[in-house]
């Protein structure tokens, strides 16, 4: 069973800030990585996938670097809307997300 | 548009059963994998299984392996989840999704109490 693990979990920034957060993998995934942004009350959005490809429609201020067990997701400039919590996905055999990491407003 | 739109959801008893529906417009419903996650409160989204396009294969978390069991009917573009077994850890919102979850559904929430 392959396990996600991200960092922080809590980020505390404030709008224009750069975000950067981290998933590691247990074992080597490749490039088999994915980000998704969820609000409360929403499904999670899908908005990296294969570790760096943005998906239709999602900002260029979010990028997404990495592979084989270390990835990162970064958010350029933190606009008010992207305050969030944010999972990464592993797309193996077995889909499985990460525990998340919350970017909350300082 | 694509457009995922779960129903089934309620209180259940431990022990109980339901079934969950996911009804998909906009695309080409046959030619996808679907998948179940659920997502307990204040907890992350586990995936939970999934299904082809054509029905005949099914893949399930360990977890979930012999109470879950995931169909489909492609004549009415709907993909169910059918739950036995109901624990109180169940509880959770039940979201479907296409196949390389880029559309979700809203959810359907499951509260299995006494």
């Known amino acids: 069973e392959i396990v996600l693990t991200q960092s922080p979990a809590t980020l505390s920034l404030s709008p224009g800030e750069r975000a950067t957060l981290s998933c590691r993998a247990s074992q080597n995934i490749n490039s088999y990585l994915a980000w998704y942004q969820q609000k409360p009350g929403q499904p999670p959005k899908l908005l990296i996938y294969?570790?760096?490809y943005r998906a239709t429609g999602i900002p260029a201020r979010f990028s997404g670097s990495g592979s084989g067990t270390d990835f990162t997701l970064t958010i350029s400039s933190l606009e008010p809307e992207d305050f969030a919590v944010y999972y990464c996905q592993q797309r193996t055999n077995w889909p499985a997300f990460g525990q998340g990491t919350k970017v909350e407003m300082k | 548009e694509v457009q995922l739109v779960e129903s089934g959801g309620g209180l259940v008893q431990p022990g109980g059963s339901l079934r969950l529906s996911c009804v998909a417009s906009g695309f080409s419903f046959s030619k996808y994998w679907m998948h179940w996650v659920r997502q307990a409160p204040g907890k992350g989204p586990i995936w939970v299984s999934r299904?082809?396009?054509?029905?005949?294969?099914?893949t399930y978390a360990d977890s979930v392996e012999g109470r879950f069991t995931t169909s489909r009917d492609n004549a009415k573009n709907t993909v169910y989840l059918q739950i036995s077994g109901l624990r109180v850890e169940d509880t959770a919102v039940y979201y479907c999704a296409l196949e390389v979850f880029d559309f979700w559904g809203q959810g359907t929430l499951v509260t299995v109490s006494s």
């Open positions: 294969d570790a760096s």
């Open positions: 299904i082809s396009g054509d029905g005949t294969s099914t």
